[in-house]
């Protein structure tokens, strides 16, 4: 039987990942196999530098063209990295990737007027100690408004289904957690800004959402903890198998997923055959 060392930390994309598809998390998570990025993941990820580019610039100086010109030098900084060199796009499809990017900017500046935006952290790094386990996460931008603090999410996929808005949410308000325990209170407001299709939807935590994150973050915790002293990480199979990079290594496909640490880095072109 394999056993695995057990994580000391956990974020709120690694809670979703274990619930989602704990196989999938044992190959990301505990044994480290650095997937390939895909074009949604590194679109997300350059707007966000461009947004959190803009938003170093004071209140006055946010105009629309300063969010052109930081979307185009996030672009000019992703020219030479992994995340977009190891897509292997050809020209025509840089382009239109580069304009997917502006698409999602115009769209931005039609939900909200940056210059009324009081940023007080952006890409801020925070976490909190419950017990044996550190809580870490990255708030996109914290801000205050009207002398409250309010969180913001940016998201670059579609907006979910108001069956799946809850589930969506659950990151947003483990963010609000982490705020409470590291500033002493709250956050007025959560706010989750669907740049594809222009919607923002916005709800107001208190201490039953942030203990509902409390408990179910110990919960995943254990049953971590549980998968890695047992060895037993199941694959759960869903609709997330399509993009699923593990998936030659997932028994529900035929695959062996001992052998994924071997020879995923070779197929993700990461080392030499
Ligand atoms: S293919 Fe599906 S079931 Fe298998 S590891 Fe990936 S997400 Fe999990």
Redesign the pocket.
Known sequence: MTTYDIPTSLSPSRVESFT??P??FR?ANIEKIDDPPTIHTTRGSLVHRALELAYRHPAEARTPSLFESSIDEAIAEYHELPDLTRLHLTTDQVTAFEQQCRVLMQNYLRMEDPRAVRPIGLELRLSATVGDLTLRGIIDRLELREGELVVTDYKTGRAPSVNWELKSMSGVHFYSFLCQAVFGRLPAAIRLMYLSSGETIESTPNERSARYVATRTAAVWKAVERACVTGDFK????A??AS?S??PW?P??GGTPDLAHIEAPVAFGLTAA
Do not use: R
């Open positions: 989602s598809c196989l999938a190959f694959p759960h199979p869903s997330l198998c699923c593990f998936q997932c529900s496909f």
